[in-house]
C-alpha cells in the first residue's frame, strides 16, 4: 500500500474508488465497506483509496478533551496495507480545511485532484463543513461522482461501532474487542528510556492489568499501568497484539 500525505505529489492513475472517514479501529463493519471499495475498484479497473485526516478532526477544533482512538495514523496504515487497499491518503486536517464545504471538498478534492470515480460510504457518512455533506446529497444528481452506501453491519447479532468497541476495551474485554474488530486489538508505542513501552496520548488502553499479548512475533504477558505498557522487548518501536 502506498501513503499519500498531502495533495502535492499525488501518484499516476486513472481513477479510484474511494471512502472517506476516520475509520477508527477498522473493524469487522469496516472491513465490509472496504472489501466493497476493493470490489468495485477491481470491476472498473481503477485504485482502492481510503482518505483520512491527521490531526483528528477534534484535535483541530479543540475538541479533543476526553479523546481516546483505536487506531493511530501508523496502526491504521498497517491494517489497511493487510486489507488490501492500494493508497491511504492521509490529508492534513487544519483549520482552513475545516471550513470546507462538502460541495468544494467534493468537486476541488475527491473528483479534481484524487479523481474518485466513485464513493462507498457507511450507513451513518457525513462529511464537509458542520458535517453538511451527507448520503442524500451524495446520491442526488448534484454530486459529480457515484456513490454506494452500505449497511451498518453486526456480529452475532451484535451492532459494530467505534463506540461499542471503545466501550468493550474500557471493561478489559479483549475477546470481545478481537471478535467485534475481526483481529486482535493492535497497539504501536515507542520505549522511554526505562524501556516501557508508552502509547500515542490518545490512544485508548485497556485497563491496568496483565494481558495476553503477541509483541514483534512473541507471545507474552504484558502488564499495563499508568498508560505505560511494561514487557520484555526493548527494541525502539514495538507492535503489541492484546489477544
Known amino acids: 500500500m502506498q501513503i499519500i500525505r498531502g495533495f502535492d505529489h499525488i501518484p499516476t492513475y486513472t481513477k479510484a474508488v474511494a471512502t472517506v472517514g476516520s475509520y477508527d479501529g477498522l473493524h469487522s463493519g469496516h472491513s465490509v465497506l472496504l472489501d466493497r471499495v476493493k470490489q468495485r475498484a477491481k470491476a472498473l479497473d481503477a485504485v482502492s483509496m481510503v482518505i483520512t485526516f491527521e490531526p483528528h478532526p477534534r484535535i483541530t477544533l479543540g475538541q479533543d478533551e476526553g479523546l481516546k482512538l483505536l487506531t493511530t495514523l501508523e496502526e491504521k496504515a498497517l491494517l489497511l496495507d493487510k486489507m488490501g487497499i492500494d493508497f491511504m491518503m492521509v490529508i492534513p486536517f487544519d483549520r482552513a480545511f475545516s471550513q470546507l464545504s462538502h460541495q468544494q471538498f467534493i468537486e ?9 470515480a466513485q464513493l462507498i460510504v ?14 442524500n446529497y451524495l446520491s442526488s444528481n448534484q454530486a459529480p461522482l457515484t456513490v454506494t452506501q452500505v449497511e451498518q453491519q453486526r456480529v452475532e447479532s451484535q451492532k459494530v461501532s467505534s463506540t461499542i468497541i471503545r466501550q468493550t476495551i474500557e471493561r478489559g ?7 467485534l474488530l475481526g483481529h486482535n486489538y493492535i497497539i504501536i508505542g515507542q520505549s522511554d528510556s526505562n524501556g516501557n513501552i508508552v502509547p500515542s496520548p490518545y490512544k485508548l488502553l485497556p485497563p491496568s492489568g496483565k494481558y495476553r499479548a503477541v509483541v514483534d512475533g512473541n507471545r507474552e504477558e504484558i502488564t499495563i499501568e ?11 518501536t514495538v507492535k503489541i497484539e492484546l489477544c
Open 108 to 116: 476541488h478534492y475527491l473528483v479534481g485532484k484524487l479523481r474518485v
Open 122 to 135: 457507511g450507513y451513518n457518512h457525513h462529511f464537509g463543513h458542520n458535517k453538511s455533506g451527507d448520503y
Open 173 to 179: 474485554d479483549m475477546a470481545l474487542a478481537a471478535q
Open 226 to 236: 499508568q498508560g505505560a505498557i511494561y514487557c520484555s522487548v526493548k527494541s525502539k
